[in-house]
C-alpha cells in the first residue's frame, strides 16, 4: 500500500517498488533545523563556517535532500556492489532517486558550478540505522572542500601556491599524533596518474592544518562552556590525531580523532579529492581537498547534550535553552537537563520466518534475508520518538527445527512527560502487530 506519488519539499516524485520511506521520515524534509535560529544543529555549523571564510569559502545550506542514486553513489566512484547502496541502509524513492546518505552527493556539482576556490555543503542526510541515543535516521552533516586551479596559480607550480595559502592559515599548538607517512603504496595510495607527490603533500599538509584549526575552534568552545558550568572543571590539553581511512572519492583518505573526556572520538572524515570527479565535472585542472563532519555529534559534545532526539524536539524546555547563540556565538551555554522521566523496558520475542514455512513467499523476512534495520524502523514508525533504544538481548537456532528466534528490548521513554503503563502496553501490542504483518514474525 506504498502512496504511487510523494511530494519533499514542494516537489513530486513518483515511488516504485524501491520506495522505503515512512512517513514520519518525509515529514521531517521540512524541519531545516541546521537552518533554524539558535538550535544548537545551526549553531554548531555556523562555529565551523566561520573557520573556513568567505570569499576563499562559499557556503550552500539549501540543498534539496532528494539527489540521484548517480549523484549519491555512482558520481563519487562508489562501486555497484558497494553496501551502503543497499535497499537496507539507504532511503529511496525509487530506483533512481533517494535521500542522500552524505553531503558528498554535492560535491561534483559544486565543481562544475566553478563558483569559488572552497566549499561548505551543510544538509539534512538520511541512513537507515539502528535506535539509540547517537543513531538517528536523519542527521547533519557539513561538507567542505578546497580547490587550486593548476593553469590560474604563479608560474604553474600549484604544489607552491598551496603551501603559501598554508603559511597564511592561523597556527595552533595542539599536540597532534600523526604516525602514518601522508601516503601509503597500498593503503593509501598517491594518484599518481594526476598528482606529483609534491602536489599530493602539499594538499595533505593544507587539509591537515585547515581541519585542526577547525577542531581547535570547536573544542575551546566546548571547555570553556564547560569549565563555566563547573568550578571544578579541570582543563586536560587537547590532543588530536590521524589515522588512515578509506572512501571511494579520496585518496589518500584519512579520519581525524580528538581525545575528549577520557576517550578517542571520530569526528570527520577526508581526503584528496580522486581527479576523476573533478575531470568528470569538466574541470581537469583543478585539484583538491574534501572533508565530511556530523554537526549532531559535535553539538552534543559543545552542549553536552545526552540524546540525539532532543534535536528534533520542539520543547521550549530544550530550545529556549540556546537563545541568543546564533547572534553571539562566544556565549555558549551547556545545555541543562531537565529531569528524566521513568524507563519501560518490554521484550518481544519471535521465530523469523523460515524458508521452508515461508512456502511459496520467500520475499518476506526469512532467516537469510532478516535486516535488524526492518525492526528498527517499524519501532520507530510505530512508537517515533517514545523510544529511547532497541537491542537484541538473544538469539538461537532451534537445533531440530533450524528456525531462528530473536529477542528484542525495547526502552520506552519520552523526553516530555511519564509514560502511562497502559500506554506503554499499547505502544509495545501495535509494535508488535506492526513486526507480525510486515516481517512475517511468529511472536513466541
Ligand atoms: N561523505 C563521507 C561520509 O559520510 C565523509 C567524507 C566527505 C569523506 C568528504 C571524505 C571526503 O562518511
Not at 526502552?411 to 509494535?431: G, M
Request: net charge negative.
Amino acid at each position: 500500500s506504498n502512496p504511487s506519488t510523494i511530494v519533499v519539499n514542494g516537489k513530486t516524485y513518483k515511488t516504485d517498488s524501491w520506495f522505503n520511506v515512512p512517513e514520519n521520515v518525509l515529514a521531517s524534509t521540512s524541519r531545516k533545523i541546521h537552518l533554524q535560529k539558535d538550535h544548537p544543529v545551526s549553531i554548531t555549523r555556523q562555529i565551523i563556517e566561520s573557520v573556513f571564510p568567505r570569499p576563499t569559502f562559499k557556503s550552500h545550506n539549501e540543498f534539496d535532500p532528494v539527489v540521484s542514486t548517480f549523484e549519491n553513489f555512482d558520481s563519487l566512484g562508489f562501486p555497484p556492489d558497494h553496501p551502503g547502496r543497499a535497499r537496507s541502509d539507504t532511503y529511496y524513492i525509487n530506483e533512481k532517486t533517494l535521500l542522500r546518505t552524505h553531503t558528498s552527493a554535492h560535491e561534483a556539482q559544486l565543481f562544475r558550478a566553478s563558483e569559488s576556490d572552497g566549499y561548505l555543503i551543510s544538509a539534512d542526510v538520511y541512513r537507515r540505522d539502528e535506535v539509540d541515543r547517537s543513531h538517528y535516521p536523519i542527521f547533519h552533516q557539513m561538507e567542505g572542500a578546497r580547490v587550486w586551479d593548476r593553469t590560474k596559480v604563479p608560474g604553474g607550480d600549484v604544489a607552491a601556491a598551496i603551501y603559501a595559502d598554508l603559511e597564511r592559515l592561523p597556527k595552533h599548538n595542539v599536540k597532534v599524533d600523526d604516525p602514518n607517512p601522508p601516503i601509503h603504496p597500498e593503503r593509501n595510495p598517491l594518484q599518481a596518474a594526476h598528482h606529483s607527490a609534491a602536489e599530493a603533500e602539499a594538499l595533505a599538509a593544507h587539509l591537515k592544518r585547515s581541519l585542526e584549526l577547525m577542531v581547535v575552534e570547536i573544542f575551546t568552545r566546548a571547555k570553556a562552556a564547560a569549565a563555566k558550568a563547573d568550578p571544578n572543571y579541570v582543563d586536560e590539553p587537547l590532543r588530536v590525531r590521524w589515522v588512515e581511512a578509506y572512501f571511494p572519492f579520496t585518496s589518500p583518505s584519512w579520519e581525524l580523532e580528538v581525545y575528549y573526556a577520557g576517550d578517542w572520538l571520530e569526528v570527520l572524515g577526508c581526503g584528496v579529492s580522486k581527479q576523476e570527479i573533478l575531470i568528470d565535472a569538466g574541470v581537469p585542472n583543478q585539484i583538491g581537498w574534501a572533508y565530511g563532519i556530523g554537526l549532531e555529534r559535535i553539538a552534543m559534545l559543545l552542549f553536552q547534550i545526552p540524546d540525539i532526539r532532543l534535536f528534533w524536539s520542539k520543547d521550549e524546555r530544550f530550545l529556549s535553552q540556546f537563545a541568543g547563540v546564533s547572534d553571539n556565538l562566544d556565549c555558549l551555554k551547556r545545555f541543562v537537563p531537565f529531569s528524566k522521566y521513568p524507563a519501560c523496558y518490554k521484550d518481544v520475542s519471535f521465530w523469523l520466518r523460515s524458508t521452508s514455512a515461508a512456502g511459496g513467499n520467500t520475499a518476506r523476512a526469512n532467516a537469510h534475508d532478516w535486516h535488524e534495520n526492518d525492526l528498527m524502523e517499524i519501532v520507530r514508525d510505530v512508537a517515533g520518538d517514545t523510544v529511547e533504544d532497541v537491542k537484541m538481548v538473544d538469539a538461537f537456532t532451534h537445533p531440530k527445527t533450524g528456525r531462528r528466534s530473536m529477542c528484542y528490548r525495547i526502552n520506552y521513554r519520552s523526553l516530555e512527560r511519564t509514560l502511562t503503563n497502559a500506554e506503554t502496553n499499547e505502544l509495545h501490542d501495535a509494535v508488535t502487530k506492526s513486526l507480525v504483518e510486515k516481517l512475517g514474525v511468529e511472536i513466541r
